[in-house]
């Protein structure tokens, strides 16, 4: 939305068209989180989050299966996918180590085997040449501003760089290094620079540290979350507004919670959002000049069949903490996968995925239709025994 608006109207289009599409969601989500903290032990609504985090299973199988079909185009690329999964579930490899190793392997693999690296690569026939609103501004030689600058790119750092940055700075000399305050910024700044695949490929990254390391959700909220987000008109990676909500309420310290919520949920927004702007306004017109270099298609092909893998993680890991009450970690041969205590299955959950992966793949019902009928399910089941 940011790039096409920054074709057509510089950047002035990029900026509304960015923030038109993040703040909607961002309010909505804003809103969800705070009904969440105030009625979440409400048993109708503990039902309805038993049944979309179901649902939500099934949401993500569908997304992994739609962006390997377009990935996956050769064997190379499966292997990478297989690899970047093995990698992250057994051996705990950090999400933006797997993107790099991806991008630096279809970058090497493009000189020595192009044929195989390609990103033409595969057995889909090229479309129709489509003249669009771009292509026509193109061909009047209206889009100036996409001639890569060197004094544009260093005015568009100057000014975006400390938009970005400098609160994080201000908030860690304002309340130290070990605040919840500084942990956000700091942390949800790296997520912004290696997002490659959205909320997908980093959700479980970013749950493994938001639970484990830092302790600001419990185990499975951040399952609701993603439900949660689901339901936004925003961009899903607004989920991680909802993981600096809960951030900000758990360290209020003198603050209301609520408003220390809210502050979390605006400065993990920020710090996840304005690096967005910057790249674009600053990479943009490099990238149009490297639109036909072979070598970066291939770095960036590699990298998303890398993110197939991390889905597929993402898809187990969602799978063993919706469907299994118990779920551990076995360490092997200096490997640490989660493994699910068998007889904690709850009948259940497992039924309400199986039917909302059945209404989604076999019958092409669409996610909001699914989410809804799981949600009134789950209030219905779960006034059975598990």
């Not at 020595?112 to 489509?130: K, R, W």
Request: hydrophobic letters at 60%; proline letters at 5%.
């Amino acid at each position: 939305a940011v790039y096409i608006g920054w074709l057509m109207h510089r950047t002035l289009g990029g900026l509304i068209a960015g923030l038109l599409f993040i703040l909607p969601g961002a309010a909505v989500m804003l809103g969800l989180s705070i009904l969440y903290v105030l009625y979440r032990e409400v048993p109708l609504v503990d039902g309805l989050f038993f049944g979309i985090k179901a649902a939500v299973l099934a949401v993500v199988i569908e997304a992994g299966l739609r962006i390997s079909r377009r990935a996956l185009k050769n064997r190379a690329m499966v292997a990478l996918a297989i690899a970047a999964f093995l990698a992250i579930f057994l051996a705990r490899v950090p999400f933006p180590a797997i993107i790099l190793a991806a991008g630096l392997i279809g970058w090497v693999g493009h000189r020595l085997n192009p044929a195989v690296f390609s990103a033409q690569a595969g057995h889909g026939q090229a479309g129709p040449d489509i003249t669009g609103v771009v292509d026509g501004l193109f061909a009047r030689g209206e889009l100036d501003h996409v001639r890569p600058s060197t004094g544009r790119a260093l005015k568009t750092l100057a000014i975006w760089l400390p938009l970005w940055l400098a609160p994080v700075l201000l908030l860690w000399l304002w309340t130290g290094e070990g605040s919840v305050w500084t942990q956000l910024g700091r942390f949800f700044s790296t997520m912004a620079v290696v997002t490659f695949g959205g909320a997908y490929a980093v959700l479980a990254y970013v749950a493994q540290a938001a639970v484990e390391t830092y302790g600001w959700l419990r185990p499975g909220e951040m399952i609701d979350g993603l439900g949660l987000a689901e339901t936004t008109p925003g961009p899903l990676i607004l989920v991680l507004q909802f993981v600096g909500f809960l951030a900000g309420m758990r360290g209020a310290g003198e603050m209301p919670p609520l408003l220390a919520g809210s502050l979390g949920a605006l400065l993990t927004l920020w710090v996840t959002f304005t690096p967005c702007f910057l790249w674009i306004f600053l990479g943009g017109p490099y990238v149009e000049a490297l639109r036909g270099n072979r070598a970066l298609s291939a770095a960036l092909g590699a990298i998303t069949a890398a993110v197939v893998g991390v889905i597929m993680n993402l898809a187990l890991w969602f799978g063993l903490h919706v469907l299994f009450r118990e779920v551990r970690t076995v360490s092997f041969l200096g490997l640490s996968p989660d493994w699910p205590v068998l007889a904690s299955l709850d009948w259940r959950a497992a039924l309400l995925s199986a039917g909302a992966m059945l209404a989604m793949l076999r019958f092409k019902v669409g996610m909001i239709p699914t989410l809804a009928v799981c949600g009134v399910a789950g209030v219905i089941l779960t006034r059975l025994p598990a």
